[in-house]
Nanobody, 112 residues
């Protein structure tokens, strides 16, 4: 079964760091383009980190990065210096030609 499953979300305080993980089953991440997106209600999904040619949102460029572990078939999103405006549902994504997979989404809330 092809699946992406996120973990590691939750509530953090401003300025803290958090790492989200995404485990792939049924396919190999090593041959896919991978990325992380986020979405808040009423807004479009936006790219926050990835290994493709599209640049992530300016608001996260120097704070978020994607980490891929092909041995474990996982990808992670390292988020530093978190701000309240980073509150969103975060999604991992893998794409290769017509194969396009999304995780179920995981909530991250940044609040004091």
């Amino acid at each position: 079964q092809v699946q992406l499953v996120e973990s590691g979300g939750g509530l953090v305080k401003p300025g803290e760091s958090l790492r989200l993980s995404c485990a792939a089953t049924g396919f190999s991440l090593s041959i896919f383009n991978t990325a992380w997106y986020r979405q808040v209600p009423g807004k479009e999904r936006e790219l926050v980190a990835g290994d493709g040619p599209t640049s992530p949102a300016d608001s996260v460029k120097d704070r978020f990065r994607i980490i891929r572990d092909f041995a474990r078939n996982t990808m992670s999103l390292q988020m530093n210096s978190l701000k309240p405006e980073d509150t969103a549902v975060y999604y991992c994504h893998a794409r290769r030609f017509q194969d396009d997979y999304w995780g179920q989404g995981i909530q991250v809330t940044v609040s004091s």
